[in-house]
């Protein structure tokens, strides 16, 4: 079945620091690719999504392109800051599917 | 907009009694809800699609009659954990699919109930 492998955290990194949280997956098809954020006390929002190889999602100063010859979708900031702190997880669909597979999450603390 | 509740937040009970969660779209409509549970350090594990006037659809190694779901209306489901054990302890996060405009086929989602069964 469908999976997804994200980097293990906890991550602290410096205010301005670079920051990569490392995804790959394993799925047949052309699944569809999401980084989802979840703020301490808040639900899961989606960050960024790729519907395609090649594909580069965007939001909020963060980035992933979709490759499909490495079946990876790294999440990357060029300079994180302290609001930036929260668990990312990284997941995706298949096949038009609604279902969402997830990673286990990566806990990212920020600090000044 | 897309916001989603759950009620409660959190809640304690007594093993072998019944606790009732809610899962609300507040200001959009949801044919398809989604039902997770997530172990601490761990990922989401969907436990079942829940589809508006319709039975839910379990995944696989979830006992269906014991997570009673139901989704009555175009805004609620709930999630009825029947006849709770501590091993039913853990958080539990709905999702609810946006169907048009802006919310077509994106997931929003709750944040959470926390069980806990002693």
Redesign the interface.
Known sequence: GDSVTQMEGPVTLSEEAFLTINCTYTATGYPSLFWYVQYPGEGLQLLLKATKADDKGSNKGFEATYRKETTSFHLEKGSVQVSDSAVYFCALTNFGNEKLTFGTGTRLTIIP | GAV?SQHPSWVICKSGTSVKIECRSLDFQAT?M?WYRQFP????M?MA?SNEGSKATYEQGVEKDKFLINHASLTLSTLTVTSAHPEDSSFY?C?A?GTSGDLY????????TRLTVL
């Not at chain 2, 086929?105 to 959470?112: K, S, Y």
């Open positions: 989603v398809t989604f350090k761990q990922s989401l969907l699609t996060i999702s699919h086929n994106e997931q929003f989602f709750g944040p959470g």
